[in-house]
């Protein structure tokens, strides 16, 4: 389902760094895979490659056998609105679109439709209905985190990836995000977290550490 091949990224802007080097990673479709390790080790760095987000200075990015970056920008793309879901630490919205705009639109562009009963259900289990005509700036950051669950959701894409998803989150909160991810898995999809969180990184049922720029099991 989705593959590393010796993954290499250097950025050379100033003084040359390379967060990740010479990685080889299998990651199993209906499996929580979770990756840690201290700050700036490159955790973000891997999730944005595996994300399509970022290209590698090195290596192949294998969706279904096939070279992510071997496509066009227009075939990157659909990729990843179709297959990719992402919940990182900046929240990714609309800011012109209300709550319940961003969770259609998103629904849309992955070629769903969802009603307005679903998307209130949606944002009542996340615990801001009352927010449904807001837009996001006016949302406190754990709020928004939330959103991007309800966004993701709506989107079903096959491939999730979480960069720290439980950050600006209470206990409650902590505990519903988590049963986000067993749901999804349970659903058959693919789940990648980086975290420091260990209540994160036990719902892992392969865990990876990021130590000296390369990947170990743990």
Known sequence: MLELQNITKTFTTGEAVTPIKNIDLKIEKGKITTISGESGTGKSTLLMIIGGLLKPTEGKVLVQDKDIWSLNDEEISNL?????????????????????????FAAKVSGREISQSEIEELLDIIGIKDKKNSLPHTLSGGQRRRAMLAINHARDPEIIIADEPTNDLDKHWKEKTLEFFKHWRDMGKTIILASHDPEVEALGEIKYKIVDSELKLK
């Open 80 to 104: 990843r609105s179709k297959t990719y879901g992402y919940l990182f630490q900046s929240s990714v919205m609309i800011k012109a679109l209300t709550i319940a705009e961003n969770i259609e």
